[in-house]
């Protein structure tokens, strides 16, 4: 299946071999082709890297630390391996190839099915820090929380939605801020903080500040992914799909453009 030949953008004019890939993309490329057992096009090759050498011009590719693009992959177990070595890999609860798409990413069911990411909500430093997911469908569920943890009485990180033009958050604070929003519940959603008065939280195609000092890390629990870890029982599912989630220390407003740019590349498989 030629796993190990040329992982390069593609073939030039007469069998040249086209230019090399960035070698953290390079790396991702290769395993996740050992996880789909066969190799990716040169097409899925180069929205990849086209996405590293981005979010390394950015100064985003060091802070991503849990992560994975959750699309672009031929199987759900590769699409499941983690953006970098080293990273934790998720744990997988539920979910079947049915559920996986090459174009749109990983769709929950809304009742029981879910990702571990295997970082925990103090992992980061108190005031530097995201957790952030990349929506290709909205979730239809009655109220969903999309990713976190928390339990009462603890400061807790995780956001989600009560109502079709309301959702919610907390960033390390045990206090809800509401967002009310008209547009539509995809794109990159969810929160970044790099001020101890405020953060911003990403929604919509937009990016908004809310101003809302942390208080404390929380609990160290393990990050839930379609749903909230809430102290170690996983509750208010979501039934949305999803091509990408992140969490680390604090990002710039310039990683939803380039999911946006990846999330286009991707939308033909």
């Keep these: 299946m030629g796993l190990g030949l040329g992982l390069r953008l593609g073939l030039g004019g007469a069998g040249v071999l086209g230019p090399a890939l960035d070698p953290d993309a390079e790396n991702y490329i290769g395993r996740v082709q050992i996880a789909d057992g066969q190799d990716l096009e040169a097409s899925t090759r180069l929205a ?3 996405f590293f050498r981005g979010i390394k011009t950015d100064g985003d590719f060091a802070k991503l630390k849990a992560s994975c693009i959750l699309a672009g992959a031929r199987t759900l177990a590769g699409a499941l391996v983690p953006l970098v070595a080293g990273m934790p890999a998720p744990t997988n609860v539920g979910f079947v190839a049915g559920d996986y798409s090459r174009a749109l990413g990983l769709k929950g069911n809304g009742s029981s099915k879910y990702l571990l990411s295997n970082r925990t909500t103090n992992d980061d430093p108190l005031n530097n820090y995201h957790l952030l997911i990349y929506f290709t469908e909205a ?3 009655t109220s969903a929380i999309y990713a ?3 339990g009462t009485g603890n400061a807790q990180l995780h956001y989600g939605y009560n109502t079709e033009t309301e959702l919610f958050s907390r960033s390390k604070n045990d206090a809800v801020d509401f967002i009310t929003t008209s547009g539509p519940r995809t794109g990159l959603i969810g929160i970044s903080r790099n001020d101890p008065g405020n953060y911003t939280f990403y ?3 937009t990016a908004i500040t809310i101003s809302r000092a942390t208080e404390a890390n929380p609990n160290a629990l393990n990050i839930a ?3 909230r870890n809430l102290i170690n029982t996983i509750d208010r599912f979501s039934n949305g799909r999803i091509l990408f989630y992140s969490s680390g220390e604090a990002i710039s407003t310039n990683l939803r ?3 946006n740019t990846l999330v286009t590349a991707l ?3």
């Design 48 to 50: 990849y890297d086209a």
């Design 139 to 141: 979730d239809t569920t």
């Design 148 to 150: 976190g943890a928390g």
């Design 203 to 205: 929604h919509s195609n």
């Design 225 to 227: 992914i379609f749903g």
């Design 257 to 259: 453009l380039r999911l």
């Design 267 to 269: 939308a033909t498989l």
